[in-house]
């Protein structure tokens, strides 16, 4: 599948995963928060952007399997993401600044069909990233260890991150397969 599958495909998972996570609470979002999202600072945490941030994720882990090749793709989603370190940067957001280039070098590291084509890779990405970000934010949570328990609450509090990551790879996955 060429590019433009995957984007289209990959804005249709975002699109679902989004509805879910409306659909089930865990994000709240109706007719106006698409306005509240143009009116909002960065700095806001609320329902449209997270939202938006589901979305882009998935559409990010739709394009992922293929970012470990030299493209045309690769050049944009490389240009995208130096951006998107610059604006981290520069809101001091230090903690994703760092986990957005550590998961943004790891399709360059092996080659073509390789690790990036796993249908584990997804799980695998959602659950470093959230470990990650759990430690920066809350390093007493996990100083002793990863426990059963802890596995689960993480679960239970990031499943929409884990959704967004699987559904996106996996639509990749799906749209190759044709």
């Not at 030299?70 to 951006?83: D, E, G, H, L, N």
């Not at 981290?88 to 280039?101: G, N, P, S």
Request: one cysteine or more; aromatic letters at 10%.
């Amino acid at each position: 599948m060429k590019f433009r599958g995957h984007l289209i495909g990959g804005m249709v998972a975002g699109a679902v995963v989004v509805g879910i996570a409306v659909k089930s609470g865990a994000v709240a979002f109706d007719a106006s928060s698409p306005f509240a999202f143009i009116q909002s600072s960065l700095n806001d945490h609320d329902s449209a952007i997270a939202a938006a941030g589901l979305f882009l994720l998935t559409l990010v882990m739709s394009l992922f399997p293929d970012l470990d090749t030299a493209s045309v793709p690769q050049r944009w989603f490389f240009r995208a993401a130096y951006v998107l370190l610059l604006i981290l940067l520069l809101l001091k957001q230090m903690d994703m600044f760092a986990i957005v280039t550590l998961l943004l070098l790891l399709p360059l590291l092996h080659r073509h069909r390789g690790w990036t084509h796993s249908k584990m890779t997804p799980f695998v990405l959602s659950a470093f990233a959230i470990l990650v970000l759990v430690y920066i934010q809350e390093p007493r949570m996990v100083s002793g260890g990863l426990s059963a328990d802890l596995i689960v609450t993480l679960f239970q509090e990031y499943w929409t991150i884990i959704m967004a990551c699987v559904l996106g790879h996996y639509t990749h996955l799906v749209l190759d397969s044709r």
